[in-house]
């Protein structure tokens, strides 16, 4: 009997927990407004220089990933080569990270889905000094528009990411939703 009741006790304490994850907010970023679902929350703690960022929760105790968002206004940002080229260079040169393209369609609109696998160089871009973090990936989107690209960036184990990477287009579609 005391088995059940444990049971019982650790089911509503479970179902607690599950009501007070709340989905994520709405953001707003140059002309887009993203408006994730579940299973995206909005993270407590945003990337510098971020319009904000996004959490999605781990599974099987991992921490989960982060995808940040960031808009510099017009002409400002550079155009999706450029940021191609940053991201990669974001990786070991040796060995060389793997780089894959994908261009996503939104009606009118389009947004590059970038890939990038390797030896992740992390650390804050002006510090000499960075930490190799093997087996890596970026995944990355560039929408574009006219009043300044937005990008969304997230890195983390490549297991993982590879299988955020629907979740990922989800979040990237959900800014190009009707308003």
């Known amino acids: 009997m005391r088995i059940l009741n ?3 006790l650790l089911a ?3 179902s607690l927990q599950a009501e007070d994850v709340k989905p994520a907010a709405e953001l707003k970023a140059g002309e887009f407004t993203f408006k994730p679902a579940t299973p995206w929350v909005t993270s407590d ?6 319009a904000g960022t996004f959490h999605l929760p781990g599974k099987d105790g991992s921490a989960g990933l982060d995808a940040a968002v960031y808009h ?3 002409g400002q940002g550079g155009d999706v080569d450029a940021n191609v080229a940053r991201w990669q260079g974001q990786f070991a ?3 060389e990270p793997k780089l894959t393209k994908e261009e996503l369609k939104f009606g009118e609109k389009k ?7 390797g030896t992740f160089m992390s650390g804050r871009p ?13 995944l990355g989107a560039i929408l574009e528009s006219a009043t300044g690209h937005v990008f969304v960036k997230l890195t983390g184990p490549s297991k993982e990411v590879a299988a955020a990477r629907e ?3 989800k979040l990237i579609a959900s800014a190009y939703q009707a308003k």
């Open 126 to 138: 002006i510090d000499p000094k960075k930490t190799a973090l093997p087996d890596q990936t970026l």
């Open 72 to 74: 510099f206004g017009s």
């Open 45 to 50: 703690t945003p990337k510098p220089m971020s």
């Open 93 to 95: 040169s040796d060995p």
């Open 111 to 117: 947004a590059t889905l970038v890939v990038i696998s």
């Open 12 to 14: 509503a304490v479970a």
């Open 6 to 8: 444990l049971f019982a």
């Open 167 to 169: 979740e990922f287009k």
